[in-house]
């Protein structure tokens, strides 16, 4: 019973807008460090504010 509880969690946040949009804000930044082409504090500043305003916009909107 709980293997089948747990895959539906992971079903369900692998098909959450929220989760992706996150994830890749996430990469976006791990990457830049990685691969060499620092983002300055402003930078990675503006993108975590765009994906944190996004994600709580999704979450007040109305889902139908």
Avoid: H, P
Avoid at 6 to 27: H, Y
Avoid at 50 to 55: G, H, L, T, Y
């Amino acid at each position: 019973l709980w293997e089948i509880v747990k895959m539906d969690k992971v079903k369900s946040l692998l098909k959450s807008r929220r989760f992706w949009v996150s994830a890749v804000g996430l990469a976006g930044i791990v990457s830049s460090e990685l691969f060499g082409f620092a983002l300055d504090t402003e930078q990675v500043v503006g993108i975590v504010t765009i994906v944190v305003a996004w994600v709580i916009g999704d979450t007040v909107r109305e889902t139908k």
